[in-house]
């Protein structure tokens, strides 16, 4: 009799607090739902091109080019915290050549904003920039990027300015930027803007003498939209502008991303892309001098890229 008794008493205990975590874990999900916001989209591009006897000439090729984004926003009160990773990774295959990476970038924002009027919130903004896998020369002889080489990292302290869910101007009048280049051959060449390696009295490189981080500090402004101008066609843009205090803060440094995506049906769609960058501590081959050196200087950059493929949108 007593060890029924004690068998009752123990499992109405266990199904009193599993009735209790149920129930917690039920409001612990209601407060997710009712304060945050998940979602993402991915979409995978193709393009294909077969030629056999064609008189004309040209190349067979193949390209496949993948974008994913995803994002987990936060709001409650006077408090709102925007987390947001996109990646991009794309290669081509001309006939007769290896594949080649044609494109390749990862970047994290995370913007933590607390309201100071109807329009207006105090942030601060971590930004990080960089590329998941190394690209090589056509020969891949010679390593001319990889992951953290280069790397950029934002931090910055200011006002946003949030007048809709379409647009958001952030202005911040504190802003640490940081390149980053682990890779030693890159630092020691000085590419991405660090300081180049020292060089021996003969004027040759010293190895491993390279700076593998460049400090700045400035003004930054950041203008991100998104909207839907015309049914099933969304335009989403983001630029960024940098000012050096301490030198040359004149030369602005300039990123702007556009891309217009396209909704043909649930599963097709259609993307144009366009980058630009400006940054005069990023220094591009233009010629040659007349002892055969290589000259370089700071170049207007533009990428521009359109697809047609395979997308799928989760909340």
């Known amino acids: 009799m007593l060890l029924r008794l004690v068998a009752v008493l123990l499992i109405t205990i266990v199904t009193h607090h599993h009735t209790i975590a149920q129930d917690t874990l039920t409001d612990s999900l209601e407060t997710v739902q009712k304060n945050w916001d998940f979602g993402g989209a991915g979409t995978i591009n193709f393009s294909q091109v077969s030629l056999s006897n064609w008189a004309a000439g040209g190349q067979s090729s193949l390209s496949v080019l993948g974008t994913a984004g995803m994002f987990g926003n936060y709001k409650k009160g006077k408090n709102t915290w925007n987390n947001t990773l996109s990646l991009t990774y794309g290669t081509v295959k001309l006939q007769d050549q290896r594949i080649r990476k044609s494109d390749d970038r990862l970047e994290l924002n995370i913007k933590y904003g607390r309201n100071a009027s109807t329009d207006w919130f105090y942030s601060a903004q971590i930004n990080f920039k960089s590329q998941m896998l190394p690209t090589y020369n056509i020969t891949r002889d010679t390593i001319l990027s990889n992951f953290l080489s280069p790397g950029y990292v934002l931090t910055s302290l200011g006002m946003d300015y949030k007048p809709n869910d379409k647009l958001s101007v952030f202005i911040s009048p504190v802003t640490g ?10 630092a020691d060449a000085g590419a991405f803007g660090v300081q180049a390696a020292r060089k021996d009295l003969e004027g040759n490189l010293i190895p491993g003498t390279g700076q593998n981080l460049r400090r700045e500090f400035g003004g930054f402004v950041n203008v991100r939209y998104k909207n839907e101008i015309l ?26 991303e556009s891309q217009v995506d396209m909704k043909i049906n649930r599963f097709l769609s259609a993307s144009v892309f366009l980058h630009i960058v400006y940054d005069d501590d990023i220094k591009i081959k233009t010629g040659h001098n007349p002892d055969g050196t290589v000259t370089r200087g700071p170049r207007l950059q533009v990428k521009q890229s359109l697809g047609i493929g395979l997308s799928h949108k989760f909340d």
């Open 177 to 186: 930027k940081y390149t980053v280049v682990l890779n030693q051959e890159l």
């Open 231 to 256: 049914t099933n066609v969304v335009l989403q843009s983001k630029l960024d502008l940098f000012s050096n205090y301490m030198r040359n803060p004149e030369n602005v440094d300039l990123n702007w």
